[in-house]
């Protein structure tokens, strides 16, 4: 099973060129030193969710705002854990590490478009919400989250655990989602792609993008030959979208002149 710290912390890694090996062992640190403040044991899923509200939310102030969305530091781990703020998922991902080393039930749930954790099996599962302090959710905020998001109703499938792997990389596109607004920071969005790229589980449209930035910040050769491998994907399931992405290929290289 990938070891969800080391990856979120090499997100960060990737991000700040600062984070050398000695900053990556302090987050680790920390969240040990985090897990150590935890009672032994305190009792089933429901306990186990109030003994992280109690530490992590309400006496050490570990929640979001809606500003954190605006920063990048709110995607990195090792910035969550020095502010104490950032987007659910991080703060999710602090409250699971933590709990984990505990000896905690715990794991992350996918909710559309707000991540939160759950505590102990299916039947008597809890949720928590660590965007909101860690506060305990009942079935009826479940159901608001997911209708708020999706105008739908809470489907059983939702609260299954979150695969690591998927937890990485939907926090790469809320990274992706931030540099898209900010076209400055093209370079950002490349390593998120670039990262995502390297998942075994990844949407091949990402080459595309790709692509598409590589163009964009001046490598019309590296950019023409993702575009051209690119083509070679989509020919198998339509023939049309690949000439297109051969002709932008071709402009790419044109661009070389």
């Known amino acids: 099973r990938p070891d969800l710290s080391t990856l979120c912390l090499l997100v960060g890694a990737e991000a700040d060129g600062a984070l050398d090996e000695a900053g990556l062992d302090a987050a680790q ?17 429901q306990a186990w969710a109030v003994a992280l509200r109690e530490l992590l939310g309400d006496r050490l102030g570990f929640h979001g705002a809606p500003a954190d969305y605006q920063r990048l530091e709110s995607s990195l781990l090792h910035e ?15 409250w699971m590490e ?3 080393r505990a000896g905690a039930p715990v794991y992350g749930v996918a909710l559309p478009g707000h991540f939160v954790v759950g505590f102990g099996p299916d039947e008597g599962q809890v949720l928590a919400d660590p ?26 499938s939702m609260l299954r655990p979150a695969d690591p792997l998927d937890v ?13 607004a900010r076209p400055e920071r093209s370079d950002v969005a490349l390593w998120a792609v670039e990262l995502s790229l390297l998942l075994p589980s990844h949407p091949a ?34 023939e049309r979208a ?7 290929a071709a402009a790419a290289r044109a661009m070389l002149n």
């Open 242 to 248: 690949a000439e297109r992405v051969r002709g932008e």
């Open 98 to 100: 933590v709990a984990r």
């Open 80 to 94: 969550v854990l020095v502010r104490r703020r950032g987007l659910p998922i991080l703060l999710s991902v602090v």
């Open 205 to 238: 449209r990402l080459r595309y993008e790709r692509a598409q930035l590589l163009v964009g910040r001046g490598d019309f050769l590296g950019g023409a030959e993702e575009l051209e491998s690119y083509a070679e994907v989509v020919r198998a399931v339509d």
């Open 29 to 45: 640190v920390e969240l040990d030193r985090l897990a150590g403040l935890l009672p032994y044991r305190p009792g089933g899923p």
């Open 131 to 156: 965007f909101d302090g860690g506060r305990v959710l009942t079935g009826a905020d479940a159901e608001l989250l997911v209708a708020g998001a999706t105008g739908t109703h809470l489907d059983p």
């Open 168 to 180: 990485v990389l939907r926090i790469l596109n809320n990274v992706r989602a931030w540099a898209a």
